[in-house]
T-cell receptor
Framework: RKEVEQDPGPFNVPEGATVAFNCTYS??????FFWYRQDCRKEPKLLMS???SGNEDGRFTAQLNRASQYISLLIRDSKLSDSATYLC???????????FGTGTRLKVLA | NAGVTQTPKFQVLKTGQSMTLQCAQD?????MYWYRQDPGMGLRLIYY???????DKGEVPNGYNVSRLNKREFSLRLESAAPSQTSVYFC???????????????FGSGTRLTVV
């Protein structure tokens, strides 16, 4: 079992839709989590950190469920420009070995 | 702001050739990393440097060496390239993990390496 697992998708959604991705992690010691966005043939860019209490940044909401060991990303009012691959990252702050998921591909359709 | 700069952007090598990938950051970050990204495998850590003067192996270090030349620069060397090293290589930097909560990594734009 991979330490961080994501559904590869693609998730094809119409513009304006709400879409959610989950990511499961197997290491219960993991403390720090992030969502990154990666456009085709580009580098990953930090989208948002995931805090225990959940956090929101505009149309994006991230949640952490420690009991079930998953994190989620919710995108409301999807835009064409949201089309990308979303990478889930988990690890132990204080170490250097963050583990990246393989990514979930999102396509927002006009 | 340049952020993290990687060179070259593209490279084709013959099996057995050597090369060095260069990475430099201008954000005064303490920690630097080399990852490779392969289809279906995600990003995998090759080597990292927690701070100037230190380097450590990551998940997939075999066939690679690194040098932390100074605080800004962290290079990755392939001594004898193999087709299995065909990949996209990303350099990244961060403040130390205990300081970087919430700020994650900054990645360079990547090097596309093909070994034939």
């Amino acid at each position: 079992r991979k330490e961080v697992e994501q559904d590869p998708g693609p998730f094809n959604v119409p513009e304006g839709a709400t879409v959610a991705f989950n990511c499961t992690y197997s290491n219960s010691a993991s403390q720090s989590f992030f969502w990154y966005r990666q456009d085709c043939r580009k580098e990953p860019k930090l989208l948002m950190s995931v805090y225990s209490s959940g956090n929101e940044d505009g149309r994006f909401t991230a949640q952490l469920n420690r009991a079930s060991q998953y994190i989620s990303l919710l995108i409301r009012d999807s835009k064409l420009s949201d089309s990308a691959t979303y990478l889930c990252v988990g690890g132990n702050s204080g170490t250097y070995k963050y583990i990246f998921g393989t990514g979930t591909r999102l396509k927002v359709l006009a | 702001n340049a952020g993290v700069t990687q060179t070259p952007k593209f490279q084709v090598l013959k099996t057995g050739q050597s090369m060095t990938l260069q990475c430099a950051q201008d954000m005064n970050h303490n920690s630097m990393y080399w990852y490779r990204q392969d289809p279906g495998m995600g990003l995998r850590l090759i080597y990292y440097s927690a701070s100037e003067g230190t380097t450590d192996k990551g998940e997939v270090p075999n066939g690679y060496n690194v040098s932390r030349l100074n605080k800004r620069e962290f290079s990755l060397r392939l001594e004898s390239a193999a087709p299995s090293q065909t990949s996209v290589y990303f350099c990244a930097s961060s403040e130390s993990p205990t300081e970087s909560r919430g700020r994650g990594y900054t990645f360079g734009s990547g090097t596309r390496l093909t070994v034939v």
